[in-house]
């Protein structure tokens, strides 16, 4: 089992940036697979960004594409989320995941966080 903690939310204005950071416990974060998952109010939790375990090959939606950047450190057992032009439609609150069977993007067998909430105001 897999706890994770996400950091780094609060308020900023549109155009500015944050750096959500998820902290994941045991022993075997380098085996699996993490990414990012944000939710509105009154809408699905939808599919951010994702990293495999070695950390070499990241995948976004196209909605962040070229503004997000994922990358994880295996030695602090820590995934981040590098958030930068940000827009008032990216508030939301964000989730962090983890899988071990190497794919978050199904959202099968996945790990969560609690969240933590990004508002952007305009």
């Known amino acids: 089992q897999v706890q994770l903690v996400e950091s780094g939310g609060g308020l900023v204005q549109a155009g500015g940036s944050l750096r959500l950071s998820c902290a994941a416990s045991?022993?075997?974060?380098?085996?699996?697979?993490m990414g990012w998952f944000r939710q509105a109010p009154e809408k699905e939790r939808e599919f951010v960004a994702a990293?495999?375990?070695?950390?070499?090959?990241?995948y976004y939606a196209d909605f962040v594409k070229g503004r997000f950047t994922i990358s994880r450190d295996n030695a602090k057992n820590t995934v981040y989320l590098q958030m930068n032009s940000l827009k008032p439609e990216d508030t939301a609150v964000y989730y962090c995941?983890?899988?071990?069977?190497?794919?978050?993007?199904?959202?099968?067998?996945?790990?969560w966080g609690q969240g933590t909430q990004v508002t952007v105001s305009s």
């Open positions: 995941a983890a899988n071990a069977r190497g794919m978050v993007i199904t959202r099968r067998d996945n790990y």
């Open positions: 990293i495999k375990w070695s950390g070499g090959s990241a």
């Open positions: 045991g022993r075997t974060f380098s085996s699996y697979a």
